[in-house]
């Protein structure tokens, strides 16, 4: 089976696993610091805070910012789970703006402005699918309401901008992602303060975390805010040392794999619309195309699937999925609603070659030949 996403782990990741064990150290210490550090130097800022997952970064970054009941916070309903639940989490409200187009599938400037109230505190940017968002208008707009800004940038690690936007910056290292810890995510800002607020925050609020109380030899600490279990361990921050060296030339891979994707599926489907076939800046970390209007994506990944091809979908509407449908009933996003009807997402990882680029897009013409 052709799989949409394969993490790429080899003998560096084992011995780096092993080193970290037999340092004796596991919890959080001097690595997860080293990672924070080269993660931040990859990005081109000064300081970043690694945290247990991307979730985790998202709902310090809203608790950081004191966003929480009677606020408003605008967000896609073309992401996943997670960007909104962090908005629950804190007490606040999700408001879903549609997305731009169907062959742009991010935020939509235009309904974001119809969608502020005097309630709106921030707006949370997904850069969907590895694209980044043009940021000069949303800095603007944010400017101009008085609103935090906040990425979800679980698809865009390594890309030169992200993290720069407005107040910070929540990735991703899940194990689909272009580099990844199994579990695990980051917050870059740069705003200091906004930094170490999140830092103590991931720690239950404490003081000092274990390893700095037994190499500064502290007996022990104080509790200055309310905080969570959001650390990362050691273990996992040996992994993205090692992964993040292999990043750039990852990215690249993918860059071509999706180059060659463009090429193949406008020569064999081009009935089948291709998003952001474009230059922009992205990650290229999953590769989104719309099938024609009135063929089954269901019917077709079946017929993929039997061909030893996985597909998935990126992503059911968040404003579709039960419990937000009851929370918001009567709630209509006609783009996104068409775009994850019309979506399947095809395999796009690092390992792959070029004649498995072909072989897919010509098993998904084959797929939606079937249908007519």
């Not at 930094?195 to 700095?212: N, V």
């Amino acid at each position: 089976m052709l799989l949409v996403a394969q993490p790429e782990l080899g003998a560096a990741e084992k011995r780096a696993l092993c080193e970290t064990i037999d340092s004796g150290w596991i919890t959080m210490g001097p690595r997860v610091q080293a990672f924070e550090e080269a993660f931040a130097a990859r990005h081109g800022a000064a300081d970043a805070v690694a945290v247990g997952s991307c979730t985790a970064a998202l709902h310090l970054i809203l608790a950081a910012l004191d966003i929480g009941p009677g606020d408003e916070v605008l967000a896609p309903s073309l992401t996943f789970v997670a960007t909104t639940n962090s908005i629950l989490y804190v007490g606040a409200t999700p408001v879903f703006v549609d997305i731009d187009a169907l062959d742009r599938p991010l935020l939509s400037l235009a309904e974001a402005e119809a969608k502020v109230t005097p309630r709106t505190k921030a707006i949370i940017l997904v850069h969907f699918a590895g694209r980044l968002a043009d940021p000069a208008p949303w800095r603007e707009f944010a400017e101009r309401h008085g609103l935090y800004l906040v990425e979800d940038a679980a698809h865009v690690i390594g890309v030169e901008g992200v993290g720069t936007y407005g107040e910070a910056a929540a990735f991703s290292f899940y194990g689909n992602k272009n580099m990844t810890t199994a579990e695990g995510g980051m917050v870059l800002s740069r705003s200091p303060e906004l930094l170490e607020r999140i830092r103590r925050m991931r720690g239950h609020g404490m003081t000092s975390g274990t390893f700095e109380r037994v190499s500064k030899r502290e007996a022990g600490y104080d509790v200055t805010m309310l905080g969570y279990n959001y650390r990362m361990d050691e273990l996992r921050a040996a992994i993205g040392l090692v992964q993040l060296e292999q990043l750039p030339a990852w990215n690249e891979r993918r860059r071509a794999l999706r180059a060659a994707y463009a090429n193949e599926l406008g020569r064999v489907c081009p009935a089948v619309l291709v998003p952001f076939d474009d230059d922009g800046p992205s990650a290229n970390h999953i590769m989104p195309v719309l099938l024609p209007r009135g063929v089954s994506s269901r019917a077709v990944a079946a017929f993929m699937r039997e061909a030893k091809v996985q597909t998935t979908m990126h992503y059911p509407a968040i404003h579709q999925l039960s419990y937000y449908r009851d929370r918001f009933p009567g709630l209509s996003l006609p783009v996104t609603e068409e775009f994850c009807e019309r979506e399947i997402t095809l395999p796009l990882h690092p390992s792959m070659g070029q004649g498995q680029v072909t072989e897919v897009a010509e098993i998904l013409a084959a797929a939606i030949r079937g249908q007519g």
